[in-house]
């Protein structure tokens, strides 16, 4: 029997990315030099956030998606953080609902008006405090409304329940910063990599390790679960420090299914994974191109497609949402990416080419949509549940009636597991300090004029008695 080499068909072996037209471009855009490991690009089917360079505390561009073209230097930014914007994240429930995290320790949930913003906005719908270091991480729940996890450099996850906008339970199981968090596919497990060179799977309400690998010859940079596959795929540096991508059962964690080296470039490599095509997406940050792959559940699990090339080296990327993407072009993933050297934010789509102009069905499953699948009462008490799905041919442009309401609070402690959370945490750094320094003076600041005008009310109602006494009485 002669020999014949192995060949795998597939429905995507041909798929190429199509960068825009310039005119469809953004230009202009003052992107940040900051150094963190995030994407600072945020986008959904109706806006795009770009986190911006600014004096004096942190900002981000909020562009309507149809706004292309030059973006004027004075438009309109969110601008309420005290420090450097790290993450930012749309509602994937409520389109014009985005959370951020800041150097200030704090993270805080914007509303963008319909038709984006037509001045600077400064004050946000909620202020969430409870870390007691800068946060370089927020996810929102996939399944579950107004469910928020953020990540802080004191090494704790919190996980939010902006109903009452108070942290509700607190992961402290990390010994050092935490680099990444990924959720499966009903938001019933978290994983993430942190910089002890650790790989965790958590139970989120509990808190609970399930799984936990030593990474030390695969020092573990980002990680993303692969959908329901129980599978888990991480990027990393090997012992050469050459760029490398490693394949894990999510429910053992002693040894990777499989490692493969990518390249000997020193950029961090961004996963990106599209559950429905079962492609993966490997994005180095400082080079221009982008790798992608097919998974399967049988071996050799990744088969490499092939590659995106580019001049122009990414600082990050964002990316559309499935209900988002235009369905007539076959377009599967679409990405936003940011060229800081040029201002410019590129969208790259990645496309089946197909000659039918009708709708695909076997490229389009049913993906999840806008719709949560639990309150967060619901997934607090325990109940995990899937993404309620849509059909791209028809609802992709529906729009969600989902309304963010905010909670009225009141200034008290913040407990999570008996710890108090904001009280007496000293300044670990002099940034830190200079911070709580200035806030303080403002605190003080304010007080001192409530004082005064409390005083001015004082003499009025004063003056107002004293008239009273000595005026006539009437017959």
């Known amino acids: 029997m002669s020999w014949r080499p192995q060949y795998r068909s597939s429905k995507f072996r041909n798929v190429y990315g199509k960068v825009a037209n310039r005119e469809h471009c953004f230009d202009g855009i003052p992107i940040t030099k900051n150094v ?97 270091r800068r946060v370089g991480l927020v996810e929102w729940h996939p399944t579950t409304n107004n469910i928020l996890f953020s990540a802080g450099y004191d090494y704790k996850v919190l996980i939010w329940n902006l109903d009452v906008g108070e942290p509700v339970k607190m992961i402290d199981c990390h010994t050092d910063v935490i680099l990444c968090m990924s959720f499966n596919t009903d938001g019933s497990l978290l994983t993430t ?24 010859n695969h020092r573990v940079n980002r990680v993303v679960f692969l ?3 129980k599978r888990l795929l991480t990027t990393g ?12 059962d999510q429910e ?91 201002g410019l934010i590129e969208p790259i789509s990645m496309i089946v080419p197909r000659r039918s102009d009708s709708y695909q069905e076997d490229i389009y499953p049913m993906t999840p949509g806008t719709e949560p699948a639990l309150t967060p009462d619901e997934w607090l008490g325990g109940i995990n ?32 597991n008996g710890i108090d959370l904001l009280e007496n945490v000293p300044p670990r750094t002099e940034n830190e300090l200079l911070r709580m320094f200035f806030r303080q003076q403002d605190e003080i600041r304010r007080l001192k004029e409530e004082l005064a005008q409390k005083d001015i009310r004082m003499r009025q109602l004063q003056l107002e008695l004293k008239n009273l006494r000595n005026s006539p009485k009437n017959c």
């Not at 990599?193 to 990474?215: F, H, M, W, Y």
Request: hydrophobic content about 35%; overall charge positive.
């Open 252 to 342: 053992d964690l002693s040894m990777p299914l499989i490692e493969e080296e990518i390249d000997g470039l020193s950029g961090l490599l961004f996963p990106f994974y599209d559950a429905d095509t079962h492609m993966l997406y490997l994005a180095g940050k400082g080079d221009g191109n982008i790798r992608y792959y097919e998974i399967s559940t049988e071996k050799p699990y990744l088969t490499y497609l092939m590659e995106f090339r580019s001049p122009a080296p990414q600082k990050g990327l964002g990316v559309m949402p499935k209900h988002g993407l235009d369905v007539s072009a076959c377009e599967v993933f679409r990405f936003y990416k940011l060229v800081t050297l040029k």
């Open 36 to 132: 963190h490991d995030n994407h600072f690009c945020a986008v959904n089917a109706r806006f795009l956030a770009i986190v911006t360079e600014s004096a004096g505390g942190g900002s981000f561009l909020i562009i309507p998606l149809e706004q292309t073209g030059r973006i004027e230097p004075n438009h309109p930014k969110v601008c309420g953080h005290q420090g450097n914007v790290l993450d930012i994240k749309w509602n994937p429930f409520i389109d014009n609902i985005i959370a951020s995290c800041s150097e200030d320790t704090s993270v805080r949930i914007w509303e963008i008006p319909e038709g984006g913003l037509k001045r600077n906005m400064t004050e946000a719908l909620l202020e969430l405090h409870g870390h007691s």
């Open 193 to 216: 990599t942190c910089k002890d060179k650790k790989l965790r799977v958590i139970e989120p309400r509990s808190g609970r390790v399930l799984q936990e690998a030593n990474c030390k």
């Open 237 to 248: 540096v090997s012992r050469w420090n050459t760029r490398q991508i490693a394949l894990w």
């Open 385 to 416: 549940r899937d993404p309620v799905l849509m059909s791209l041919k028809e609802g992709y442009k529906k729009s969600s009636k989902m309304v963010f309401k905010a909670p009225i609070k009141e200034k008290k402690s913040v407990v999570v």
């Open 227 to 229: 959908g329901n596959m």
